[in-house]
DNA sequence: GGTGCGATTGCA
DNA sequence: GCAATCGCACCA
């Protein structure tokens, strides 16, 4: 049995990069039922890193949605994209300082269940904005530590989907399990 | 109160 | 290549 260290606080709140990086290799616990928890380790990652950051929901001020953002780390900031689909985060830093990690992917936690891609993760592990705002260390949703994705096994790249932000969108916040099934985005990319 | 669009996905 | 689909940000 793998270890079932869980994640603490003080984990989230340091920088969002090294965040962001050590965040590679753990595990995504879900309670989709009293019997059931689904957990898939996560293997693609991107940075929303302060208020300058122009990819960032946070980049124009505190709204009602990005309000978990500048909350101290280590709770979820879920919200709806497209109408159709949701994204989770991991809030990171101290707070009034907005900033999180998107999962983008995890290996699949259950067979025939793709996590792979922001908006099929949340659909794998049942994650919609009834969540925006809870704990990470809670009862419905939790990270632990798993395996460690050694730094040559780590690719860095541009964010995806985010060309409308200028420079900041060729900044190398994307963090991927080199050539990982599970990854995300186009083959380039992984 | 009206309008435009998105940190995506799946299908033509 | 583009439709789906709607909450939210922004402007009036």
């Known amino acids: 049995m793998a270890s079932r260290t869980r994640i603490l606080r003080r984990f989230y ?10 965040l ?17 380790r996560i293997v693609e990652v991107e940075a929303y890193d302060g208020p300058d950051d122009r990819a960032s929901h946070a ?20 919200y709806r994209i497209y109408g159709v689909h949701h994204c989770l985060n991991v809030v990171t830093g101290p707070r009034d300082y907005p900033a999180a990690v998107l999962l983008r992917a995890t290996e699949p936690p259950l067979a025939g269940r793709s996590a792979s891609g922001p908006g099929l993760l949340c659909r794998a592990y049942d994650i919609d904005q009834g969540l ?58 992984r």
């Open 24 to 40: 590679l290799g753990c595990v995504l616990c879900r309670r989709v039922s009293p019997g059931l928890v689904l957990r898939g």
């Open 59 to 78: 980049h124009r001020g505190k709204t009602g949605r990005n309000a978990p953002m500048f909350a101290a780390g280590g709770i979820a900031y879920v």
């Open 132 to 189: 925006d705002g809870c704990s990470l260390a809670g009862r419905e949703l939790w990270l632990e530590k798993g395996p460690a994705i050694a730094n040559r096994q780590l690719r860095r790249t541009p964010r995806i989907g985010v060309d409308y932000a200028g420079a900041w969108a060729r900044r190398a916040y994307r963090f991927v399990a080199r050539g990982h099934p599970a990854a995300s985005g186009p083959k380039r990319m």
């Open 13 to 22: 709140r340091r920088d969002t990069l090294e965040v962001a990086r050590d």
